[in-house]
T-cell receptor, first 116, second 112 residues
Framework: DVKVTQSSRYLVKRTGEKVFLECVQDMDHENMFWYRQDPGLGLRLIYFSYDVKMKEKGDIPEGYSVSREKKERFSLILESASTNQTSMYLC???????????????FGSGTRLTVV | SQQGEEDPQALSIQEGENATMNCSYKTSINNLQWYRQNSGRGLVHLILIRSNEREKHSGRLRVTLDTSKKSSSLLITASRAADTASYFCATETAPGTYKYIFGTGTRLKVLA
């Protein structure tokens, strides 16, 4: 069964810590994404990547960075965690267009990060 | 601002009833997708409807798309307690990109 795996379901970190959220997909997808989800705000795109070593900012990149050294792995990094980064983080991947259509994302189960 | 906005925000129905959720969006689209999210989990892709389609079925799901009104609806027939979840519509930020914008979702509760 194809999947996107996020390394942790729950994570508690202290303010100022450097935090790594890992995401691995086994579908050989080119495209990978990091979203955060907050009540009332829906999903907001943080960063995405169309290829290895390639990254583009989403709508809310401040305070985050990413790394994609291998096709299957896309890491989200919180350089110095703050309490306003407490959230659910969702990783997703998608494959190439087929007949001009992107047939949707496969999401991981999410990481609920609490920064104290 | 959100590309897709779902309506209602929350919906509570009895098992066996039909549930209808609506989505409005703002720009031209190539396709629109619906996702389900069970509490505390990731989203699961349900169905995709292309801009040249008006209606699509998948099991107990029926999706309609009205591009003139920039709106879509998701109908779940004969609902079950297991359908309790949040439902999101998603549209591309621009046609041909891989980036999707999600609405804030409709929380559906199906009472047994």
């Amino acid at each position: 069964d194809v999947k996107v795996t996020q390394s942790s379901r729950y994570l508690v970190k202290r303010t100022g810590e450097k935090v790594f959220l890992e995401c691995v997909q086994d579908m050989d997808h080119e495209n990978m994404f990091w979203y955060r989800q907050d009540p009332g705000l829906g999903l907001r795109l943080i960063y995405f990547s169309y290829d290895v070593k390639m990254k583009e900012k989403g709508d809310i990149p401040e305070g985050y960075s990413v790394s994609r050294e291998k096709k299957e792995r896309f890491s989200l990094i919180l350089e110095s965690a703050s309490t306003n980064q407490t959230s659910m983080y969702l990783c997703a991947s998608s494959g190439p267009l087929m007949a001009g259509v992107n047939y949707g994302y496969t999401f991981g189960s999410g990481t609920r990060l609490t920064v104290v | 601002s959100q590309q897709g906005e779902e309506d209602p925000q929350a919906l509570s129905i009895q098992e066996g009833e039909n549930a209808t959720m609506n989505c409005s969006y703002k720009t031209s689209i190539n396709n629109l997708q619906w996702y389900r999210q069970n509490s505390g989990r990731g989203l699961v892709h349900l169905i995709l409807i292309r801009s040249n389609e008006r209606e699509k079925h998948s099991g107990r799901l029926r999706v309609t798309l009205d591009t003139s009104k920039k709106s879509s609806s998701l109908l779940i027939t004969a609902s079950r307690a297991a359908d309790t979840a949040s439902y999101f519509c998603a549209t591309e930020t621009a046609p041909g990109t891989y980036k999707y914008i999600f609405g804030t979702g409709t929380r559906l509760k199906v009472l047994a």
